[in-house]
């Protein structure tokens, strides 16, 4: 019962954790709640919508879609919390010194990221049903319902073996890790998408690869050891450093360069990279198995590819720039002293951290908002709103991100400098309200005058600019009163 020790000691912190966070700001507690059951209530009213009108047989959405989608949304979660908590921070050096297999380890810490996200799923389940028995018109049998706690189960579990795989000392194991778990991925694709289940048989199919997925989860503890040295002692380069950027202050360029490459150290540039690149393939693969928006009412169907491609561009933005914008104060932890105690004013400190972040941005234009455009057969107008307002979106989410972590900056060593679950649902929340903003504002304009509305686009992408450096100055004052 080792294992149980792990999980136990991991969620009595966070749960001391949270309850502290909730007890200094209630209100933010109170508004988490609204949102989430908000989301809930948006998410069946448009699956009644969508059964009360239907649609075209290239859109139709079956039960085994819903799980296989449910399976690897939550495998992209697992591996994520994976990294952040059994892959990734230095104090786990505590827990790999005892005289513990390497299984307990996996698994304590396995269930400490189960815990978390089912806690999600049962509020949403909970509030699906009193919102179907007070009227709504969505079906939701019980074999659907199983199948989606068994689809997030199995996706955890396999995010988090990947994460593990994905994370060995070479390339070549890293590879052939990844290569020995894709059938597992394979099954649930063939299961649940292509062999177009009904609700029992989908749920059939989540049960068999629920077993499977736990198996990956015991069968890469063996490699947890392996995957903690990599991932801590990041890469060390011998001769002469390398310069990512050169500026023309000295301080600045120096900084910018420490940031940069911290983050490639950790493998973060590596990953943002690989994120966008799989986005970008699945707005493109979704063209390519719906195919034209036949069927939709043509006043919708010219929307329908922009929005996709708004879609995959928000959640690009907000994972891999708002996200790193909220820790940029708090992945300092114990280390802020060293900024601190350099002769180096707050707003060089700032900027160079919100340059850092812009780094990456030109990758999300190229890789998610570019290539549906492209393959679609877009005109050169709709390429230019989107890129415009694209840009506008990057620059808005990264003003976001900086914004709350320079004011409420989280050191908590076991996060690595990002908020807490609730804090991070309500910006995700407000980052999805400014980016439907940002791109829905000027679609009046444009739709009267192209080339006015592409100028539109182009000048609030010069004001969401314009926010980054006024959040940069503002952090700035709240990073200068921190004590080291």
Same mark, same amino acid.
């Given at each position: ?7 136990? $000691? ?8 949270l ?5 200094? !700001?209630?209100?933010?507690? #109170? /508004? ?12 069946? !009213? ?23 989608l ?16 059994? #892959?990734?921070?230095e ?55 199983a199948g ?51 609700? !029992? ?10 077993? +499977? ?11 947890l050891?392996?995957? /903690? ?7 060390r ?23 940069? =490459? ?30 034209p ?5 043509? !006043? ?5 590819y922009? #929005? ?21 104060l708090? =992945?300092? +932890?114990? *280390?802020?002293?060293?900024? =601190? ?19 990456? $941005? ?5 890789a ?11 005109? /050169?107008?709709?390429v230019?709103?989107?890129?415009a307002?694209?840009?506008?979106? @990057? ?5 976001l ?9 989280? %050191?908590?060593?076991? @996060?690595?400098?990002?908020p807490?679950? #609730? ?5 995700f ?6 980016? %439907? ?40 004052? *709240? ?6």
């Open positions: 019962m080792s294992f149980y020790a792990v999980y136990a $000691a991991d969620v009595e912190d966070a749960a001391r954790a309850a502290h966070r909730v007890w200094r !700001r209630k209100s933010g507690a #109170i /508004w988490f709640g609204l949102l989430f059951a908000g989301t809930v209530w948006l998410a069946l !009213r448009l699956a009644e919508i969508s059964l009360t009108v239907g649609l075209p047989p290239s859109l139709q959405v079956t039960p085994g879609t819903l799980l296989f449910a399976f690897f949304g939550m495998l992209a979660k697992g591996a994520v919390d994976a990294y952040h908590r059994a #892959i990734r921070p104090s786990l050096v505590f827990l790999l010194a005892q005289p513990m297999r390497r299984e307990s380890v996996a698994l304590g810490k396995f269930f400490t990221v189960l815990w978390t996200n089912l806690a999600f799923l049962a509020g949403a389940l909970a509030l699906a049903t009193v919102f179907v028995a007070s009227g709504m018109d969505v079906p939701l049998p019980w074999e659907f319902g989606l706690v068994l689809a997030v189960v199995a996706g955890l579990a396999s995010g988090f073996a990947l994460a593990v795989l994905g994370s060995l000392s070479t390339w070549r194991r890293k590879a052939a890790g990844l290569a020995s778990y894709a059938p597992v991925i394979g099954l649930a694709y063939v299961a649940l998408l292509a062999a177009n289940p009904t609700v !029992r048989d989908a749920f059939l199919a989540v049960a068999v690869l629920l077993p +499977l997925s736990l198996l990956g989860v015991l069968g890469s503890a063996r490699f050891l392996e995957a /903690w040295n990599n991932q801590t002692a990041g890469r380069r011998v001769g002469e450093p390398r310069s990512y950027v050169r500026l023309p202050d000295p301080q600045m360029d120096a900084l910018v360069n420490l940031e940069l =490459k911290t983050m490639v150290r950790k493998r973060q540039v590596l990953l943002s990279l690989a994120t966008t690149v799989v986005v970008g393939i699945a707005l493109v693969s979704t063209y390519a198995v719906v195919g928006p036949v069927g939709l009412d043509p !006043r919708f169907a010219s929307l329908f922009p #929005i996709i491609v708004a879609a995959g561009v928000y959640v690009v933005a907000a994972t891999q720039l708002t996200v790193p914008g909220m820790a940029a708090g =992945k300092e +932890l114990d *280390r802020l002293w060293i900024l =601190k105690s350099h002769p180096v004013p707050g707003r060089t400190v700032y900027s160079a951290k919100a340059a850092a972040i812009l780094f990456l $941005a030109p990758s999300l234009l190229v998610v908002a570019l290539p549906l455009p492209l393959v679609a057969g877009f005109r /050169w107008e709709v230019a709103y989107l890129l307002t694209s840009v506008a979106v @990057t620059f808005g989410l990264v003003a991100g900086l914004y709350v972590g320079g004011r409420s900056p989280n %050191f908590d060593p076991n @996060t690595q400098g990002l807490d679950s #609730i804090a991070m649902y309500n910006v929340r407000a980052a999805l309200f400014v980016a %439907f903003v940002l791109f829905a504002a000027l679609v009046p304009l444009y739709q009267a005058d192209r080339a006015l509305g592409i100028l539109g686009a182009i000048l609030v992408a010069d004001l969401a600019a314009l926010s980054v450096v006024i959040v940069s100055v503002g952090a700035t004052r *709240r990073y200068d009163l921190l004590e080291a």
